[in-house]
């Protein structure tokens, strides 16, 4: 015995319910749509309107783009030693990463012989090369890798 399934005419249930929740909640979604995007997102009552000209002046533009850079270097939570901009919070360089655990932890220099993707450039290599395969069993030792690269960089603290 064959069996023909044909699709019904007019719309399945799920989307006719679907449907009915969006256009009871138009509101609320909406709400919600114009917290996440900042005020950009368009009502969906308005969403099929050809859009207008963009507006000539640019966006709030952090203060910090304009200010000196503060940079300090940091050992972030998944092990990866950086430079990054106190001002904005913008990563500036990649220096390598701190791999191993325990005893066996040690800072790895980002070159292509530690298998980096992109290595550091060589004015940053020649001024840290000899911290490549540093022990950092403790947090101790990575505070005092981490100072020393801001030492050598000419970082403040």
Not at 91 to 108: D, I, K, N, Y
């Amino acid at each position: 015995m064959v069996e023909i399934i044909s699709k019904s005419n007019g719309p399945r249930r799920e989307e006719a319910a679907a449907k009915h929740f969006i256009r009871e909640n138009a509101g609320t979604i909406n709400k919600i749509a114009q917290q996440l995007s900042g005020g950009r997102m368009r009502p969906l009552s308005h969403a099929e309107a050809i859009p207008g000209p963009l507006p000539l002046k640019r966006g709030p533009t952090a203060p910090s783009r304009d200010a000196e850079k503060k940079p300090y270097v940091k050992v972030s939570l998944n092990g990866r030693v950086i430079a990054v901009d106190f001002n904005n919070g913008r990563q500036l360089h990649h220096f390598g990463e701190v791999r191993g655990q325990g005893a066996t932890r040690r800072f790895l220099l980002a070159t292509r012989e530690n298998r980096f993707f992109t290595p550091l450039d060589d004015d940053l290599l020649a001024l840290l090369r000899d911290l490549d395969g540093a022990a950092t069993p403790d947090d101790a030792a990575e505070e005092r890798l981490v100072q020393e690269i801001g030492a050598r960089l000419g970082y403040s603290a």
